[in-house]
């Protein structure tokens, strides 16, 4: 599988964006996704996952009631709403895919370049 994320940009604090995640190759129903970040000086943290079908999700505490994550398999995207969003979002947010929703990094084999997201007034 091959992903490439994008949506991202410059936001004021308390505003929104969303990321994309495409994909292709034809298994991408097969496997849960998740959403890394990493900031400048930082180690990547994990921010959400989602199971292959949709029907599970998992947040970070971080982000937990100002993201949603979801997925649409039949145009084989996963996506990322970020609402409220604070200067600590800012970073480079990566898509990957994992055969199991997982926090961990070392759980995905796929991994796509990253979309830059800056939130500052």
């Known amino acids: 599988v091959q992903l490439q994320a994008s949506g991202g940009g410059l936001v004021h604090p308390g505003g929104s964006l969303r990321l994309s995640c495409a994909a292709s190759g034809r298994t991408f129903g097969n496997y849960a996704m998740g959403w890394f970040r990493q900031a400048p000086g930082k180690e990547r943290e994990f921010v959400a996952t989602?199971?292959?079908?949709?029907?599970?999700?998992y947040y970070a505490d971080s982000v937990k009631g100002r993201f949603t994550i979801s997925r649409d398999n039949a145009k084989n995207s996963m996506y990322l709403q970020m609402n409220f969003l604070k200067p600590e979002d800012t970073g480079v947010y990566s898509c990957?895919?994992?055969?199991?929703?997982?926090?961990?990094?070392?759980?995905?084999?796929?991994w796509g370049q990253g979309t830059e997201v800056t939130v500052s007034s």
């Open positions: 990957a895919a994992a055969s199991v929703p997982s926090r961990r990094s070392d759980d995905y084999r796929y």
């Open positions: 989602i199971s292959w079908g949709g029907g599970d999700t």
